[in-house]
């Protein structure tokens, strides 16, 4: 039985999962052959967790690692020296919430880490897959109660170093207040979530200095709308959308 899939791609790529359970060094050694004899460039190899005890098979023969998920490994082997292998995710997504009741009060958490003092904008990661949009209004309601309505992108913030050695792109979302009454969902995360007038939490110097100045320069900024433009159907299921000013 051959040994491996095959798929080549359209960068002179070859994309290989296994087929075979335990696929012999001598195997390898044919694939890296294979692929050479038809001037590839690169292998694209993705084992799952429990075909993790394969790891070093594959990483003697010159693969490296390149993208790890929880369940999966994606190892890279360059075939010819040159080759461009583009980098793995460089950056984690977070969004924050900027979020207005009909008082102009602003909407503020405060997490357990936070030693009690202070207050800061609601928010959290990007969720793998999840839009934008759907991130801010689900951390906004996973953390105060509040359910709002994305209306812009109005911040980007960029950070290096983060976790891990990747850098951080932290995204300021305006919402739209659709109910005013603060339920925290999450209280293993967040311990207290209130309305506060801008000037009185901009004068809060236990609060952090960051999420002030987001509060005093980004209210009433228009920033960026969701864009009615439709993408051309992505035959893999990929999700696009378009923020425009």
Not at 20 to 25: Q, Y
Not at 171 to 180: I, M
Not at 183 to 204: C, M, R
Request: charged letters at 20%; hydrophobic letters at 40%; glycine letters at 8%.
């Amino acid at each position: 039985m051959e040994p491996f899939n095959i798929h080549y791609d359209l960068f002179n790529g070859a994309q290989v999962s296994l087929r075979a359970p335990d696929p012999s060094t001598m195997a390898v050694d044919q694939l890296i052959e294979r692929l050479s004899a038809a001037h590839k460039q690169l292998a694209w190899l993705t084992l799952s967790i429990e075909q993790a005890h394969l790891i070093d098979r594959f990483t003697e023969r010159g693969f490296v690692f390149h993208l790890c998920q929880e369940q999966q490994l994606t190892l890279v082997l360059r075939i010819q020296a040159n080759a461009y292998a583009p980098f793995a995710p460089t950056h984690t997504i977070g969004v924050g919430g900027l979020v207005f009741n009909a008082a102009g009060e602003v909407l503020l958490v405060r997490d357990r880490m936070m030693r009690a003092q202070g207050f800061k904008l609601p928010g959290g990661y990007v969720d793998m897959g999840e839009p934008i949009q759907q991130a801010a209004e689900r951390e906004v309601l996973e953390e105060t109660g509040i359910r709002a309505q994305f209306g812009a992108l109005v911040g980007l913030i960029g950070k290096y170093p983060h976790q891990f050695n990747k850098g951080n792109l932290y995204l300021v979302c305006r919402l739209t207040a659709l109910s005013s009454v603060i339920e925290i969902q999450d209280t293993g995360e967040i311990e207290a979530a209130v309305w506060l007038p801008v000037a009185e939490y901009l004068a809060d110097t236990t609060s952090s200095r960051f999420h002030r100045h987001l509060v005093a320069s980004l209210t009433g900024d228009t920033g960026l709308t969701p864009n009615a433009f439709e993408f051309d159907p992505d035959p893999r299921g990929t999700r696009e959308i378009l923020l425009s000013p």
